[in-house]
């Protein structure tokens, strides 16, 4: 007996299969996409529900190059001791690492976009930037997508990725521009100039190419799980975990009532 389908009956656009086919979409995986689309055009098509532009081709690529990696970070880490600790999950490592991707590092273009939608929308862009600008002044917490601990006096990745941006002639330009008039804000109540850093300028050119300020995260997630996976492959090949871990035990002193003799760890 058929079941009978109501305004409530939760649906799916993004994948069918029958015995003899799969369809991605409305797009045959095999006739149409297999050997004819890239993973990004791909990833777009299902992330967006369009068939994405050459522009959103090429912003997109270079986000995803410009996240993929910064070195020893907290979800590299995280990785690399997961993966010490059960080397038989290759997966379970490189999702601790992604469990990394949040609101302080790597996943910060989602609360600058947040700020950018506010700018854009604003009947008075400046007044709305100066008053984000006051307001992390004085609540001393840092501005979404500004300052960067490592790259100083400016983030590279932050300006060559607006460069591109600006020399695409089909964006609109609204969330770089918001961006910049946040970027004036910035320093002049800071009075000194601070950095756009890199997630700053990715939130503008997705924004740019129509990804949803909620989804931007995601794209960290799938730039870094690469990333993730060639730490893995390092891990196999020069192992650091069992360093990292060693460093961190003695570097922290115990300080508690408990006895003060330590073994070292063979």
């Known amino acids: 007996m058929t079941s009978k389908k109501n305004a409530d009956t939760p649906v799916t656009r993004l994948c069918t299969h029958t015995l003899t086919s799969l369809h991605y979409g409305d797009a045959d995986l095999v006739k149409d ?9 791909v990833m777009l098509m299902q992330i967006l529900g369009r068939t994405p532009r050459p522009v959103d081709l ?34 379970g490592a490189v999702s601790a690492g992604l469990l990394a ?14 700020l950018l939608d506010r700018i854009a929308a604003a009947a008075d862009p400046e007044a709305e930037a100066l008053a984000i ?4 002044k004085e609540t001393k917490t840092p501005t979404p997508g500004f300052g960067h601990h490592l790259h100083k006096p400016v983030d590279p990745r ?8 600006r020399a695409e002639g089909e964006l609109r330009g609204d969330k770089i521009r918001a961006l910049e008039t946040l970027s004036k804000a910035v320093d002049a109540v800071a009075g000194r100039p601070v950095t756009i850093n890199a997630t700053g300028a990715v939130a503008a050119l997705l924004g740019e190419i129509g990804v949803p300020t909620n989804v931007m995260r995601g794209f960290a ?6 990333g993730l996976v060639a730490h893995i492959v390092e891990e ?31």
Not at 133 to 136: D, G
């Open 33 to 41: 996409l297999m050997g004819q689309r890239t993973f990004t055009e």
């Open 58 to 91: 090429r912003i997109t690529d270079v986000v995803l190059i410009v996240l993929m990696e910064h070195g020893l970070t907290p979800s590299a880490i995280a990785t690399r001791l997961v993966y010490m600790s059960a080397p038989e999950n290759l997966q």
């Open 101 to 114: 991707v949040g609101s302080a590092f790597v996943g910060t273009m989602e609360n600058c976009s947040r």
């Open 133 to 136: 600008a006051r307001h992390h």
């Open 158 to 165: 932050a300006y060559k990725l607006l460069e591109m941006g």
């Open 221 to 226: 997630v799938i730039s870094r799980a690469a």
């Open 236 to 266: 196999q090949q020069s192992p650091s975990g069992r360093f990292i871990w060693d460093t961190v035990e003695h570097a922290i002193p115990y300080v508690g009532a408990g006895g003060s003799e330590r073994q070292d760890r063979a």
